[in-house]
């Protein structure tokens, strides 16, 4: 048998060389492709915490946006202002954006995500912008919400522990 095997090296050694070749460039080109996943879910994840960041400066940098992180925040008193509702929107649509590349594997959502997502939809302003705006966002993202609210969306958020 032993020798039955290196009969047919000694013949076909080249297609056996090219075989091993292929299937050894299959498996690198199979870690490059591993290896550019992780730096890119990495990259993603480090834009997107710039951009948090930069929206939440908005906050801090224009006195008249405190109101929307106040608990106690009067509606009825001071209906919501223009700059609150389109800062609460843009906070929206990147939350989705985040949601979103989690659900196309390409970021991990931590998982306090719906934790931070509950505390921030309870203040009042956050609340009511979310309520008036919800029919118009993609339905996946609103049950995500929606879940998060009622404190189940933990269960459903991907470990985040490690970028893999």
Not at 63 to 71: G, K, Q, T
Not at 96 to 117: F, G, K
Request: net charge positive; charged share 25%.
């Amino acid at each position: 048998m032993v020798v039955g095997v290196f009969e047919w090296l000694r013949t076909n050694w080249f297609q056996a060389l090219q075989s091993l070749s292929i299937a050894g460039g299959l498996f690198f080109a199979a870690l490059a492709i591993r290896r550019d996943g992780k730096i890119r879910r990495v990259t993603n994840y480090l834009t997107l915490v710039k951009e948090h960041r930069e929206l939440w400066l908005e906050i801090y940098r224009c006195p008249e946006l405190h109101r929307i992180v106040d608990a106690d925040a009067d509606l009825i008193a001071q209906p919501i202002s223009v700059g609150e509702d389109r800062l609460v929107n843009l906070l929206l649509v990147h939350l989705n954006t985040y949601w979103e590349l989690n659900r196309q594997r390409s970021i991990l959502m931590p998982r306090t995500m719906a934790d931070d997502t509950r505390a921030f939809l309870s203040l009042p302003i956050p609340r009511s912008v979310w309520r008036r705006t919800r029919e118009y966002r993609d339905p996946a993202f609103v049950a995500f919400v929606e879940k998060a609210l009622l404190g189940k969306g933990r269960q459903n958020a991907r470990k985040a522990t490690t970028i893999s």
